[in-house]
Nanobody, 121 residues
């Protein structure tokens, strides 16, 4: 079992910055890789930024590449999403997710409860 708790969401003006955090816990945490997804109203959940499950480097969706940065603090079991140059279309519920090492991000094993991010124009 892996538990994920997001924080840091809120309201930000377009062009502003926000940092999301995801605190992870669980006995088998070392077997998992973490990442971020989001779901906007009326749309499907989509990948935002994740650590790759095998190579260890990162993947970003085209819509956030160059603006968002995913990072982690292994000592704190925490993953971050730094959101810069935000746009109204970034408005969504952001979810932290975990997938087992060596598998694919198509179907994460665990999800956090989500945190709302609203970008005003």
């Amino acid at each position: 079992q892996v538990q994920l708790v997001e924080s840091g969401g809120g309201l930000v003006q377009a062009g502003g910055s926000l940092r999301l955090s995801c605190a992870a816990s669980g006995r088998t945490l070392s077997s998992y890789v973490l990442g971020w997804f989001r779901q906007a109203p009326g749309k499907e959940r989509e990948i935002v930024a994740v650590f790759r499950t095998s190579a260890g480097n990162t993947y970003y969706s085209d819509s956030v590449k160059g603006r968002f940065t995913i990072s982690r603090d292994n000592a704190k079991n925490t993953v971050y999403l730094q959101m810069d140059s935000t746009k109204p279309e970034d408005t969504a519920v952001y979810y932290c997710a975990a997938v087992r090492l060596g598998t694919r991000w198509l179907s994460p094993d665990y999800w956090g409860q989500g945190t709302q991010v609203t970008v005003s124009s």
